[in-house]
RNA sequence: GCCGGAUUAGCUCAGUGGUAGAGCAACGCACUUGUAAUGCGUAGGUCGUCGGUUCAACCCCGACAUCCGGCUCCA
C-alpha cells in the first residue's frame, strides 16, 4: 500500500520563486501530495518557496503522507471536542500506526453517545474546508493566547526538550513554535499549538472514523494525571478506510480468547485465578502435537533433557538477582519453618528456570568436552503480572516456556549462536510460520549487571550473527534483559501482524553469579559463557499464535481431530466405523459422527469445527469400498478407495502439511 | 497498578424496583440415502460475590472478583 512511482521532485524556477510548494507541484501535473518535502523537512503546501528549492511531492498513501492527514484529523477531533465541550483542556494528538488520538481532560469521563456525536461535529468541520494556517509566535505570546491550555503550557516550556516518545514532539519540536489557526473564510474558528505540517484544508481528509475512547497518563508518566483519549483512524481513501476496517474484523474473529471458547480448546476459570488458563482435550491435543514435534527436533539438535521443580527457596533468585530486580514481577513468597522467634525460609514460584539449569551444571565438576551443553525443558513459571495487563494466552501468569540454556566457551558462542538461529528459524517455519525479522535488544542504561565491555562483546556477537542470517535486523535499545543483550525473531502472521516470537539471549553474568566453571583441555578452570533461549516464548502464547495465524483451521499434524466420517444415513455408521478403526491404528484422531442428525447437519458440523478432512460414505461409495474425501475447503474427491483415503491422511499427518 | 466500560442458561444476547426470556448447544422421541441447520418436546439461571438502601433489588448504592479497551509494565 506504498506508492506505485517515485514521488515527482519539481525544482522551483525564477518565476517560481515566492509562490507556495502547492503551486509549484500543481504547475507540474502533480496531484497526489499531503504536505512537500523541501530540503528534507515536510511543510506544508502554503510553505512559499524559493528559486532552486527542491520540491518533493508527499503521497497521501506514503508513510509520511498518511501521518500528515492522521495528524490533521486529530486537529478536527480536538476541535469537534472543544465545540462540543467547551471547558475539555487539550493535551497531545499525535499521529500513531493505523491511526491518531487525541489527549483530553474533559469535565467528565466521555461516552459512547459522545463519540457520535464528536464524529458527526467532526464530519461538519470536514465539510466546512476549513484552512490549516500556519503562524509562527513568540514564547511569550504563546503563553498569553494558551492561557487556557495548561498542558499546552507545559510543553512550551519544554520546547528543545521534547520526544518521540511520548509524542510532545508534534506540538513543539520545530525549530520555531508554531500555531495552527483554522480558518474559514477569514474568520479564526479554532487554534492548537502545533510543529505541524498539516493538510491545506480539513475538506483534505479522505476518510477517518472514531475507535475508541481509553486513557492515557499525561506524557506517558504513571505519575502524571490520567487524561482521556479518543483512538480515530484515518485513511488516504474511502477504500483504504475500509480494507483496515475488515482486516479489524477479520482479527476479530481469529482471535484466540474467542476461537479458544467457540473451539473448546482451553478457558480460564475465575476459581483458578486471573492469567492461569486450563488447557481442555481439544486444547490439550494440540498442545501435546506441538511439544511432541518441538522435543524430537530438540533431540535430533543435541539437547539434554532436564526437569527442575516449580518452586525454590528464595535464595536461589538472589544469588541470580531476579529478587533485586523483578521481585514484584513475582508471586509473594510463602514462608515455611518458621518457629518462634527463628526465620523461616520464603519459598518462591520460579519466574525462570535459568538459575535451576545452572545448578544441573553445577552439580558436578564440567569438562571442556561436554561444551556445549545444553539443556532443555518445558518449565512451567509463574509471573505475578500486573492486574490490568494480563490478555489471555499471551500475557498470562503461569505459562510453559521451552527453555534451554546452552554452556558453551567463547570461541564456541559464535558458532553455537549462528546454528541455533537456523534452528530456531526451521522450526518456526514448520509450524507455519514463514515471515520473519529480528530485533537486536540492547542494555538498559539502568537495569543492568556487569561490565560494560563485555556487554560490548556479546552485543557485537550476536550483531553479527543477525547480519550473517541475511534477515531484516531492527534496533531495540534499552531493552536488553538486565544480564545480557538478546536477538529476538519477529514474525508476521496471515493477516500481517508482527508477534515476538523466540528470543535468543547472551548472558556472562550468570555464570558468574553462579560461579559456574568448566575445567579446560589445559587443565585450567574457566568460565562458560550462557545463552538463554525459548523458541515458542512460551507453549500458551505459541498455541494462541498459531491459533490466531489459522484462524482456527490447524494444519492436520495439529488439527484436534483429524478426520470426521459422516455416513449419508445411519446403515452407513459400521462402514465409516470400520475406516475411523484403521486411522486410529495408523495414529489418526479421528471420530464418526454416529448422531441422529441429517448428513447436512453433519458436514456443517464438522466443517464449523475446521476438521481437515470429512470422509463421506453412503451406497454408492460402499459398493465400490470408497469414501468420498471432502476438505477443509468445501472441495471433493468421490470414489476414493478406502486405503488411498487412509494412506492420503497418513501422509498429510506425517508431512505437517 | 491507573482510567473507562462490562458481568443475566454451556455460548451469543434480550429484559423489568414486584423473585426472568430467545437462538444455538445439551438431553429425549420421531425422522434420516449424497455435501453448511429435519421436526416436536424436555431440562437448564439463588441474574459474578458480599454488604447496604427499600415493604420489595437481577435492576439503585458501595466494596470485592473476573473480563474487555487503553495507559504503564513485560526478566
Redesign the pocket.
Known amino acids: 500500500m506504498t506508492t506505485a512511482s517515485p514521488p515527482a521532485v519539481v525544482h522551483v524556477t525564477a518565476e517560481q520563486g515566492g509562490t507556495t510548494a502547492g503551486e509549484v507541484l500543481r504547475a507540474a501535473g502533480v496531484k497526489d501530495s499531503a504536505v512537500a518535502r523541501i530540503g528534507g523537512e515536510l511543510r506544508d503546501l502554503a510553505h512559499v518557496v524559493a528559486e532552486g528549492d527542491a520540491v518533493e511531492a508527499v503521497p497521501y498513501a506514503s508513510e509520511d503522507g498518511r501521518n500528515v492527514l492522521r495528524h490533521s484529523a486529530a486537529h478536527v477531533l480536538a476541535q469537534a471536542v472543544q465545540d462540543l465541550f467547551p471547558g475539555t483542556r487539550l493535551g497531545i494528538g499525535p499521529p500513531v500506526k493505523d491511526g491518531f488520538y487525541y489527549d483530553f481532560l474533559p469535565e467528565r469521563?466521555f461516552t459512547p453517545e459522545d463519540m457520535a456525536a464528536v464524529e458527526k461535529r467532526m464530519s461538519d468541520i470536514v465539510r466546512q474546508r476549513q484552512r490549516f494556517s500556519r503562524r509562527v509566535v513568540e514564547e511569550d505570546a504563546a503563553r498569553e493566547e494558551l492561557a487556557d491550555e495548561p498542558f499546552k503550557l507545559e510543553l512550551i516550556g519544554l520546547k528543545g526538550g521534547s520526544s518521540d516518545e511520548d509524542g510532545s514532539s508534534v506540538e513543539v519540536g520545530g525549530a520555531e513554535l508554531t500555531i495552527y489557526d483554522n480558518l474559514t473564510g477569514d474568520e479564526l474558528v479554532w487554534k492548537d499549538l502545533c510543529r505541524g505540517p498539516h493538510l491545506p484544508t480539513t475538506r483534505d481528509i479522505p476518510a477517518f472514523k472514531l475507535m475508541?475512547?481509553?486513557?492515557?497518563?499525561w506524557r506517558?508518566?504513571?505519575k502524571n494525571p490520567?487524561l482521556?483519549?479518543i483512538y480515530g483512524t484515518a485513511w488516504e481513501s474511502k477504500d483504504a478506510l475500509k480494507a483496515h476496517l475488515t482486516m479489524l474484523e477479520e482479527a476479530e474473529k481469529r482471535d484466540h480468547?474467542r476461537l479458544g471458547?467457540?473451539l473448546d480448546l482451553f478457558s480460564?476459570p475465575?476459581e483458578i485465578?486471573?492469567?492461569l488458563a486450563v488447557f481442555h482435550p481439544k486444547g490439550g491435543v494440540i498442545r501435546m502435537a506441538m511439544e511432541e514435534y518441538s522435543r524430537r527436533r530438540h533431540v535430533e539438535e543435541g539437547y539434554d533433557f532436564v526437569a527442575t521443580p516449580h518452586i525454590t527457596k528464595g535464595q536461589l533468585f538472589e544469588t541470580s538477582g531476579?529478587l533485586q530486580w523483578?521481585a514484584e514481577?513475582?508471586y509473594p513468597p510463602m514462608q515455611l519453618d518458621a518457629e518462634g522467634d527463628k526465620p523461616g525460609q520464603d519459598y518462591y514460584l520460579k519466574?525462570?528456570n535459568c538459575p535451576m539449569h545452572n545448578l544441573v551444571f553445577r552439580s558436578r565438576g564440567r569438562s571442556y568436552r561436554e561444551l556445549p551443553l545444553r539443556l532443555f525443558e518445558f518449565g512451567t513459571v509463574y509471573?505475578?503480572?500486573?492486574?490490568?495487563?494480563?490478555?489471555?494466552l499471551t500475557?498470562a501468569r503461569g505459562f510453559t516456556q521451552d527453555d534451554a540454556h546452552i554452556y558453551c566457551t567463547r570461541e564456541q558462542m559464535k558458532d553455537e549462536l549462528a546454528s541455533l538461529l537456523s534452528f530456531v528459524l526451521g522450526l518456526l517455519r514448520d509450524y507455519g510460520l514463514t515471515d520473519f525479522y529480528l530485533e537486536l535488544s540492547t542494555k538498559d542504561p539502568v537495569k543492568y549487571v556487569g561490565d560494560d565491555e563485555t556487554w560490548e562483546e556479546a552485543t557485537r556477537t550476536l550483531e553479527e550473527v543477525a547480519q550473517e542470517s541475511g534477515l531484516e535486523l531492527v534496533p531495540d535499545p534499552g531493552g536488553a534483559?538486565?544480564?545480557g543483550p538478546k536477538i529476538s525473531v519477529q514474525a508476521r502472521d496471515a493477516i500481517g501482524r508482527t508477534w515476538q516470537m523466540s528470543t535468543i539471549?547472551l548472558d556472562f553474568n550468570l555464570p558468574e553469579r553462579f560461579e559456574l566453571e568448566y575445567q579446560a583441555a589445559d587443565g585450567s578452570r574457566q568460565r562458560p559463557v550462557m545463552i538463554h533461549r525459548a523458541l515458542f516464548g512460551s507453549i500458551e502464547r505459541f498455541f494462541a499464535v498459531l491459533l490466531e495465524h489459522y484462524a482456527g483451521a490447524f494444519p492436520a499434524w495439529l488439527a484436534p481431530v483429524q478426520v470426521v466420517g459422516i455416513p449419508?444415513?445411519?446403515?452407513y455408521d459400521g462402514y465409516l466405523l470400520d475406516i475411523g478403526k484403521r486411522l486410529q491404528a495408523e495414529g489418526i484422531r479421528v471420530e464418526v459422527d454416529t448422531?441422529?442428525?441429517?448428513?447436512?447437519?453433519k458436514?456443517?458440523s464438522a466443517?464449523?469445527s475446521k476438521v481437515p478432512f470429512t470422509l463421506?460414505?453412503?451406497?454408492?461409495?460402499?459398493s465400490k469400498g470408497a469414501v468420498?474425501f471432502?476438505y477443509r475447503d468445501?472441495t471433493?474427491e468421490?470414489g476414493v478407495p478406502v486405503d488411498e483415503a487412509v494412506a492420503k491422511v497418513v501422509q498429510a499427518v506425517r508431512d505437517r502439511t
Do not use: L
Open positions: 469521563p475508541r475512547t481509553a486513557a492515557a497518563y506517558g508518566d504513571q490520567m482521556q483519549r480468547r471458547s467457540e480460564f475465575d485465578g486471573s492469567g531476579h523483578y514481577g513475582m519466574p525462570m509471573r505475578y503480572e500486573k492486574s490490568g495487563v494480563v490478555h489471555g500475557r534483559a538486565f544480564y539471549q449419508v444415513h445411519s446403515d448422531s441422529d442428525d441429517r448428513m447436512q447437519k458436514i456443517r466443517q464449523k463421506i460414505a453412503g451406497e454408492e461409495d460402499i468420498s471432502r468445501g471433493q468421490n
